[in-house]
C-alpha cells in the first residue's frame, strides 16, 4: 500500500512540475448548425504524439510548452479542421465543426481519420451515434436506444418483451442508468418492448462494460450515460415524426440568441384509440399507452460560468375492462452548473432529483376496491473537478452524496396497509489520474470511496441468525428513531480502485488492459426471468449486504486501411459477491420480512468479445459474438435452503453464444437500406421434474433450478429509409422509414410454461397430462412505416 501511494504521489508530482513553462489552449467545440457543444472531439497535437478530447460539456484543455503547434480536430460524422498555433500566451480557442456527407462516388471520408479506439485508455465502451440508430431497423418503427445497445458485443437481453438488459454477466438492477447525469429504475415503456429514451432528445450514449471510471459508482456492471440536446441557440427549429404506434415532436430554439436556449420534446402512443374502434367490447374497454416529455434548458452566464437545468417525466398506463388498473413511471430533474476556475481546472455542481412511482387496483366504485402504490426517490449533490495539468497529465475528483427514501408499498381502498419506509444515505469521493507516460503508453489510475447508512425511523425484527434470518427465530423487535443509523457499511471494504493501462504498438494497433471494482448497495428483490413495473429496490442493511464485483479485462484492438475497419478482440472475468438470489417458493409481494425470503450467494462471468465495425463510406455497420457463461452459487445453513444443494447454476440470463449483425449500405442520394440479424442461444428455465396430485390440484415438484434451456433465438430486420435532398432556402423537409420486423416469421420463445391437459374426451382429473407449452411474444412479421420530418 506504501508504495504505491509512492507511486501515485511521484506521478502528480511530475504532472506539477514546470507548470510555469507551459501554456494552455482551451474552448469549447461546437457543431456550426445548432451551437450545440460536442462531446468526446479528439484534439491533436501530431507534433508532440498527444492530445486530448472534449469532456461531457464540450470543453477541452491542452498545456504545452511555447512553440508553434498544428492543432487538428477531429469528430465523426464532422469536417476536421487543422490550424497552426504558437503557444505564447494562454490562449481561448472555441472551435465550430460542420458536418460531413458521404459522396457516392467517395469511398473514404478524409475528415474521419480518427483511432480513438487504438489510441485512448479507455476499453470496454460501448458508443453509438444516434444518427445511425435512427437508420436501423426498428420495431414497429420505433428508434430505440437499448434495444440497439444490446446489438453490442457483451449486451444482451432474456427477451423481446424483456425490461432492462443484462452487461457481461450481470443482472438488470446492475446497470447504473443516468439521464442527465439523473439515475433511471425503469428504462422502459409496454412492459419492455420500448425504451424510454426518445431519440430525437438524445445528444450521446455511451456505456461503459468495465474500465468504469471512478467518478460512477453505486452499480457493479455498467454504466449508461445519457446526454440529452442543449438546444439550438442560433435558430429556432423542430423535428417530429408519425408513426404506426406513437407519434412525437421535438422543438428547440433560443431564448437569447447565441447565449441561451431551449429543448422541449414529447411523444405519445396510441394504441388505446385503435383499441377503442375495435367492435369487440373485450377489447375496445381497454386502454394501453405511454407518454413521455423532455425539457432542457441552458444559459450562458459569462465566459467562465453556465447553467443548465433539464427534465424527464414519463407514463405507461393500462386499464383492463374498468376492471383494474396499472400505471407506472420515471421522473427526474437535474439543474447544474459549470463552472472554469481557471482555464485548467473544470468543475461541475449538480442537484438531482430522481422519482419511480408504480400503482395498481380497483376502481373506487368497486366493492372490494384497492388500491397498491410503490415509490423510489432519491436526491442527489455531485461536486465534480477535472485538471488538465498538462498535456500528458489530467486529473477528476468530487465528490457525491445520495439520499434515498423507499416506499416498498401502500395499499388504500376497502383495505389499508403500509409497508414500513426505509431510508438511507450513500455518500463518496473519488479520484482519477491519466498519465501519459510516451506516445506509446498511457496510464489511468483512480480510487472511488463509497459508505452507505441505512436510516430510521424503522422497526427491525432481530434473529437467531441474522445473516440468514428465519421468520420463526425471532428473537426480539427494536425500534430505532427518525435519522439513526440501523446499519452502517463505511470500512475498508468500501475502497473501489480502478486502473487501466494502453500500450500502443503502432499507429493502428493497441494492447490494453483494465481492473474495477465496483460496489452496490441497492438492490432489485425478483422472482422473474425480467424484472417487472411492480419488482423492488432494498437498500442495504441490517440483512441485506451489499454486492461487490472485481473485474479484470484484457484486449487487442486494431483498425485497417486508414480507419475504415475497427477490430477488438476482449476477454474478462467477474467475481461477484453478496448477490441476492429468492429462495425456493419465496413470497416476494407485499411482504414486510423480505430478508427471510431471499437469499445471498456468489457469482462468476468469464467471456470473450469479438467486435468488427466499418464505419466509413456507403457500407457502415458492425458484426459482434459473444462467448459467454455466468453462474451463480448460492448456499444456506443446511441443504433445504441452499439453491441446488449449494452448486454451480447458470444464471437466468446466462447465454453462450451471441451473435449480432447490422449493416447499413447507402444505394442512393435519398435511399439506404439496413439490416440487423441477431443469434442467442436459449436462455435457462427450470422445469417441474415430477408432480404429485390432492383431488382436483396438481402440484409441480421443482428439483434444480435453471437445469434447462428454451430454444435458440434468432431474428432477421430490414428497413430502408427514404430522404430526398434538402432544398437550399428551405427550412421544412421530411423523410420516410419503412421497416420489416422478423423478416422469416421466427416464433422465438419467450418462455415455457407447463399446463394440464385431459389425456382424452370425459377423462378424469385422476390422469391428467402435463405437457409443455412455448410462449413467443412474436409469431408473424411485423412491418411499420414512419413519416418523419424537419422544419
Known sequence: MKRALLFCLILISNAAIGQNDLYTL????????????????????????????????????????????TFSVQYIGYSSQERKITLDKNLKLNWELKESSTQLDEV????????????????????????????MPALLGEVDIIRSLTLLPGISTVGEASNGFNVRGGNTDQNLILLDEA??????????????FNADAVKDVKLYKGGIPSRYGGRLSSVVDVRQKDGNNREFSGTGGIGLLSSRLLVEGPLVKEKSAFMFAGRRSYADIFLGLSPNEALSQNTLYFYDFNAKLNYILGEKDRLYLSGYYGRDIFEINDLFGFNWGNATTSLRWNHLFSDQLFSNFTLIFSDYTYALGTPEDDAFNFRLESTIQDYHFKNQYTWYANAKSEFEFGMEG?????????????????????????PSLYFSHEYKFSPLFTLQYGLRYSSFYNLGSQVKNIYQNQDLPDEDEVLETRTYSSGEVIKAYNGLEGLEPRIA?????????????????????????????????????????M?????????????????????????????YYKDFQNIVDYRNGAELIFNETIETEILSGIGRSYGLEFYLRKQQGRLKGWLSYTLSKTELKVEGVNPMQAI?????YPANYDKRHDISLVLNYQLTKKWDIGLNFTYQTGRPIT?????????????????????????DYHRLDLSANYTPPKVEGKKFYSSWSIGIYNVYARRNAYSIYFEQQDNAAGATTTNLNTQAVQLSIFGTIIPSVTWNFNF
Open 26 to 69: 482551451s474552448g469549447y467545440i461546437r457543431d456550426a448548425g445548432t451551437g450545440e457543444e460536442l462531446i468526446g472531439v479528439n484534439i491533436v497535437v501530431p507534433e508532440k504524439g498527444t492530445g486530448t478530447s472534449t469532456n461531457s460539456y464540450g470543453y477541452y484543455s491542452i498545456s504545452l510548452p511555447p512553440g508553434t503547434y
Open 108 to 135: 473514404v471520408v478524409e475528415s474521419e481519420k480518427i483511432d480513438r479506439n487504438v489510441s485512448s485508455v479507455e476499453m470496454s465502451v460501448a458508443q453509438l451515434d444516434v444518427k445511425d440508430v435512427k437508420k
Open 183 to 196: 439515475p433511471i429504475y425503469n428504462s422502459s415503456h409496454l412492459f419492455g418492448f420500448f425504451s424510454i
Open 402 to 426: 445520495i439520499y434515498y427514501r423507499f416506499k416498498p408499498g401502500t395499499i388504500t381502498g376497502t383495505v389499508e396497509m403500509k409497508l414500513q419506509e426505509e431510508y438511507a444515505l450513500e
Open 501 to 541: 493501462l494502453n500500450y500502443r504498438i503502432d499507429d493502428e494497433k493497441s494492447v490494453k488492459l483494465s481492473y474495477n471494482r465496483t460496489r452496490q448497495y441497492i438492490h432489485l428483490i425478483s422472482n422473474t426471468t425480467a424484472p417487472t413495473p411492480v419488482d423492488l429496490y432494498r437498500p442495504a442493511g
Open 543 to 571: 440483512h441485506i449486504k451489499p454486492a461487490t464485483v472485481n473485474q479484470i479485462a484484457t484486449g487487442y484492438f486494431q483498425n485497417f486501411m486508414d480507419n475504415q475497419y475497427e477490430f477488438s478482440l476482449e476477454g
Open 644 to 648: 441446488n444443494a449449494g452448486e454451480w
Open 687 to 711: 422445469p417441474p421434474e415430477g408432480k404429485f396430485q390432492i383431488e382436483d390440484y396438481v402440484v409441480p415438484i421443482y428439483r434444480d433450478r435453471n437445469s434447462y434451456r428454451i430454444p
